[in-house]
């Protein structure tokens, strides 16, 4: 209604001035009654009011390659790396720690499992880890007796050398009757016995080195055993071994960390969004399960339609953008880079081409599913040219137009018979009467079209010029 009642207020400020090339002064008009008439003008006062009645917005004169751009429809879609899904490592009862759609971030807890599964590894780990500690005190035992083994033996051999060499003086002096027949008998009995001792620890040497290893490989057995229990705890507590297997410090007795937890708890690896929930509290999952599953909104990919017939542009294509569609709110001229790539899959029925193309960075307006145009920048000879968004031109009877706000007063704008040139269907070029410093009404047109009919600028006779100045035909 605002729009409708401010149409007919426009005021159209009459300007004359010369043509180029031309010397004369523009004559005035009479009317029937030989009064003076306005000089005809194609510029219209668009002050805030207006501008603001009308929602009336502009859009800058851009230097664009039109010529060599292909516009392909499409929309974006969640990279396949985007979604991770948490599933249960073991049965168990599920108790969810956060809702759908909340954000998470990295550590963040999502649900926890009461399991029994879990408390048998616990179990296991603890059996694992008293035998362990048997063998790690038998091979600590073993090794004081292969000390004192040693010893001994080292000892025997001493006692047998001095007995040797006390047996061969005895004999040797058993010719002079100093020495008796029975302390000879002595001193042999006790060298034999000490050489049956010595004989007996030398028969226990290797029964103790095999004893020795036995221990060790137990110790190792066992060591490897618990190493691999707590990679598997590891694995479905999704921490590290070394942490596990430190105290606890909120433990009273100071105990391993594994032995504390009595609750499997699951945590997100990445920051993201609470796509779905697959279970409900308290509900029994078997291993395996997905429980819930979470999406990060800003890996994000565009898929779209090309023509066959382009191939081989897009092949040699060197740039490429995604553009949202015509959006209030959006500058027309917003775009991100983005990298192309040529899709695996083509439609024969349709003759056409998936295009896939990665954003360099993210936009408030990029979601999932959202409708965007992937404009590729082919290569060509062509060179850029001054465009403005298509939706600026609107058409007047058999022509169209456009208006171009008054570089000199903002608060108006000049009415321009648009001279154009190559469309892509968003942009077009226009061959005459812009600059590239120029702005043009944007939304808005179409009522200002109808104001400047309803002001008969349309005259016989006569021409505009792009600075807003009439001239009669001769």
């Excluded at 897009?314 to 983005?338: C, K, M, Q, W, Y």
């Excluded at 029925?349 to 896939?356: E, M, S």
């Excluded at 599913?369 to 058409?395: C, H, M, Q, Y």
Aim: glycine content about 6%; some cysteine; overall charge negative.
């Amino acid at each position: 209604m605002k729009k409708k009642l401010m149409i007919p207020c426009l005021l159209l400020v009459p300007i004359g001035l010369g043509c180029e090339n031309e010397g004369k002064s523009v004559p005035t008009a009479t009317d029937s009654t030989g009064a003076a008439a306005a000089t005809p003008t194609n510029r219209v006062d668009i002050p805030p009011t207006v501008r603001e009645n009308l929602g009336i917005t502009f859009a800058k004169v851009e230097v664009r390659e039109v010529i060599r751009t292909i516009r392909v429809p499409g929309s974006f879609e969640l990279s396949p790396e985007a979604r991770r899904e948490y599933r249960t490592m073991v049965s168990g009862r599920i108790e969810l720690q956060v809702p759908q759609y909340a954000t998470v971030q990295t550590d963040a807890p999502l649900f926890s499992l009461d399991s029994p599964e879990w408390r048998e590894l616990q179990q296991r780990l603890n059996e694992t880890e008293l035998m362990l500690q048997r063998a790690q005190a038998s091979a600590g035992a073993i090794e004081p007796l292969l000390e004192a083994h040693a010893y001994h033996h080292a000892e025997l051999d001493k006692v047998i050398s001095i007995w040797t060499e006390r047996v061969n003086q005895l004999e040797a002096n058993r010719s002079t009757g100093v020495v008796t027949d029975e302390e000879f008998a002595q001193a042999r009995a006790t060298l034999a016995n000490t050489r049956t001792e010595h004989a007996e620890v030398l028969e226990d040497e290797p029964k103790l080195r095999l004893r020795q290893v036995q221990v060790e490989a137990d110790v190792n057995a066992h060591q490897e055993r618990f190493k691999l229990l707590m990679a598997n705890a590891s694995s479905l507590l999704a921490i590290p071994s070394e942490e596990l297997a430190e105290r606890a410090s909120d433990s009273p007795n100071k105990r391993s960390r594994w032995r504390e937890i009595r609750r499997i708890v699951v945590r997100a690896e990445s920051p993201g969004m609470v796509e779905s929930l697959k279970v409900t509290n308290g509900a029994w999952a078997n291993e395996g399960s997905i429980v819930l599953s979470t999406v990060q909104p800003d890996r994000l990919r565009f898929r779209g339609m090309g023509l066959q017939a382009d191939l081989p542009k897009l092949l040699n294509a060197t740039t490429a953008h995604i553009a949202p569609p015509r959006t209030p709110g959006l500058e027309i001229g917003d775009s991100v880079p983005a990298e192309l790539q040529i899709g695996l899959d083509a439609h024969p029925d349709n003759r056409t081409i998936t295009l896939i193309a990665k954003p360099a960075e993210t936009r408030s307006w990029m979601r999932a599913g959202v409708s965007a145009f992937l404009e590729v920048v082919t290569e060509g000879s062509d060179g850029k040219a001054l465009a403005i968004p298509r939706s600026a031109i609107v058409k007047d009877g058999m022509t169209h137009v456009f208006f171009r706000r008054d570089p000199k007063n903002p608060n108006q704008a000049i009415r321009i018979e648009a001279d154009m040139g190559v469309d892509d269907g968003r942009w077009v070029v226009i061959n005459s009467g812009l600059m590239r410093t120029d702005e043009v009404v944007l939304d808005g047109a179409y009522e200002l079209k109808l104001a400047t009919a309803q002001g008969g600028t349309s005259q016989i006779g006569g021409h505009f010029h792009a600075d807003g100045s009439f001239h009669d035909e001769h």
